[in-house]
């Protein structure tokens, strides 16, 4: 057998070329922390005559727990509909267990922005706003996204993380909130630059467009629906074995991530 039937590194290979059913890679981090808000949490939404619009988390058919089953790994949802980078460091987190060390993860997908830039207008910032205590960064996006990194980092020092675009939108979106929504993408390019062992999911560059014919099959109201989120999970667990594939020398150890071990020449 040769091995490259099942290991590629083509460099002419862009992330999402090779869609994986079983998540490939992502299967070597035995215990994975989704961080996020509504789409990271399988949030349905509800209408019917004379009663008002309902929302609710189903984290059985979010994505994570989707790619839980593909990939045979344990996935936690620390996620919520509403979700912003500010309310998670400043009380949610905390109120919930997030940073209890018996569930630190290997590795982290954080899924954030929605709410923080479309909904609280919130100023996207910049990684200069990021300090080393991080209880001094600065009140913007970056800021309050960062800390939830950097406290991460502290509970599970050699932890890998994937931090998510937005989707594209169609042609139909506001200039300013397609605006918004590529400043949000440059941050996390910026983010996986200035933290180690971090990398982006980057589904507005290499996704599909979330356009009419996206909403017809895979949404039901304003939120995806099961297939929808379905989805999304071959996509996240195709994009981490993308990632790992092309960096395996930067993966050899990650078996050891949350014990006292490591191998050292």
């Known amino acids: 057998m040769d091995f490259k039937q099942i290991f590629s590194r083509d460099p002419e290979e862009k992330p999402l070329d090779i869609i994986k059913d079983d998540g490939g890679f992502t299967s070597i981090f ?3 922390v989704v961080v996020g808000d509504s789409l990271a949490s399988g949030e349905l939404e509800s209408m019917d005559v004379g009663c008002p619009r309902g929302y609710h988390d189903i984290f059985d058919i979010s ?3 989707y790619l839980a089953r593909m990939s045979g790994t344990n996935v936690l949802n620390f996620s919520r509909g509403g979700m912003t980078a500010s309310e998670y460091m400043n009380s949610w987190a905390a109120a919930n267990g997030c940073w209890d060390k018996s569930k630190a993860g290997q590795a982290y997908i954080i899924a ?5 830039l ?29 800390k939830i990194i950097q406290e ?37 390019i910026d983010l996986a630059n200035y ?19 996206h909403r017809k099959l895979f949404w039901t109201g304003g939120h995806l629906n099961s297939a929808g989120y379905y989805i999304i999970a071959k996509m996240i667990g195709s994009y981490i074995d993308y990632i790992v594939r092309h960096n395996m020398e930067k993966f050899n150890q990650s078996g050891f991530i949350g014990t006292p071990w490591k191998y050292c020449e």
């Open 195 to 213: 933290f180690t062992n971090t990398y982006v999911i980057d589904l507005r560059k290499y996704g599909p467009a979330f356009d009419n014919e």
């Open 30 to 32: 035995r215990q994975i």
């Open 118 to 146: 479309d909904g609280l207008g919130q100023a996207v910032g910049s990684v200069g706003d990021i300090n080393e205590d991080y209880h001094r960064n600065a009140d913007t996006f970056c800021g309050h996204y960062a």
């Open 63 to 65: 994505w994570g727990q």
């Open 152 to 188: 991460y980092k502290r509970i599970q020092p050699d932890a890998v993380f994937f931090l998510v675009t937005m989707p594209r939108e169609d042609e139909s979106f506001p200039a300013d909130i397609k605006a918004r929504h590529d400043a949000h993408e440059q941050l996390m």
């Open 112 to 116: 954030l922005g929605c709410n923080d």
